[in-house]
């Protein structure tokens, strides 16, 4: 019996030949494709500006550096998240403050983060998890009327939607200051590595591009086009946080792929939806908000309370099947474990939710071995 993995990247020869086409073309760092790769992602999302770097984690850190946070600073977050999260605010010397989550899109609730706020809170990091769109008009009030920036750790949402003063938009227009962006192999699309930072204020993404290559004041490519001898400078402390031109040709490729890989899993997840519910009524569905537009990067479900995961977990591993517990939480891990957080959402979440196996070339067949797998687990 075949193994059904949790996810499976959806590559082949277009992705083939553009990394041959640039292995052959003689220039593998951050180049032309990587341009290219940013100019069509920003006009995909509707962004003014798109800035490629080498992970999310890198975005995350640039993003809370342009906006000058620091030493000293709070940033209102979601200990419900990928730890890269919360590190990121680490990285900066700032310190997070861990805001709970509301159980139907399982992103920051934003009644929680009105009490969270301090007179020490510099931007607040929200996270569309597992692609659903967070309650960004919410947020987005509530920050504003403190006068605080919103980053989105939108890792998880590439082609996900909202509707934002009653028009519809993607996901990394941006609705805040900064969009953040994952190509890893979890995610819709992927080149590897990757990530991607979004913003509508050109002095933010000049920032970003000057950071991204250890500060750097005339970029790779300036330099080896010039007809004259340029001298760079690093007017300051910079990163390697660069993509390869091999992952953005491949990137591109992706992202004409990303059509019907969201059409792919949103039919996936409304099956999920109709089987689940008809056979397996003892669990909790996922809830797409009518303001929200998935790309389900993931299909959570909520166990039945007292139901033991692991075992259902295991269960399922030995008929076949892999799954994932609900997202990790932060401050249940060792280096933000200083702190009695009260995040009872957050922590459900992690207990009672499992991910169930979806990608784009899941078989019907297989996702009904999928939900059978899960009715006997529960039995």
Known sequence: MSMIPITRPETGDAEIAAATRVLRSGWLTQGPEV?????????????????AVANCTN???????????????EVATVSHSFIATANAVRYVGAEPVFVDI???????????????????????LVVHQVGMPCDLSGLLAVASAHGLPIIEDAACALGSEIRL??????????????????FHPRKVISCGEGGMLTTADPTLDARFR??????????????????????EQYAE???????????????????????????RRRHLAQRYHTELGQR??????????????????????WLPA??????????????????????????????????????????????????????????EADQDRVVTALAAALA
């Open 280 to 301: 397996v009524p003892s669990v909790t569905l996922a809830v797409q908000p009518p303001w929200a537009r998935s790309n389900w990067q993931s299909y959570p479900v």
């Open 237 to 263: 402390l910079g990163y390697n946080y660069r993509m390869t031109d091999l992952q953005a040709a491949v990137g591109r490729e992706q992202l004409r792929r990303l059509p019907w890989i969201l059409e």
């Open 35 to 51: 341009a290219a790769f940013e100019t069509e992602f920003a006009a995909l999302v509707g962004s003014p500006h798109a800035c």
């Open 102 to 124: 509301d159980a139907t899109t399982l992103g920051m609730d934003a009644a929680a983060l009105a009490t969270a706020i301090t007179p020490r809170t510099r931007a607040v």
């Open 306 to 363: 007292g139901c033991d995961q692991r075992a259902v977990m295991q269960a399922m591993l030995d008929a076949g099947i892999a799954t994932r517990r609900g997202i990790m939480n932060a401050h249940r891990e060792p280096p933000y474990g200083g702190h009695a957080w009260t995040l009872p959402v957050s922590e459900a979440a992690q207990d009672r939710i499992i991910l169930l196996p979806l990608f784009p070339a899941l078989e």
């Open 165 to 182: 003063d009653g028009a519809w938009q993607w996901i990394g227009r941006p609705a805040g200051r900064i969009a953040c962006f994952s």
């Open 59 to 73: 975005a995350l850190h640039l993003a809370l550096l342009a906006l000058g946070i620091g030493h000293g600073d």
């Open 210 to 231: 000057l950071l991204r290559q250890h500060g750097m004041t005339v970029p790779d490519t300036a330099r080896h086009g010039a007809a004259q001898v340029i001298f």
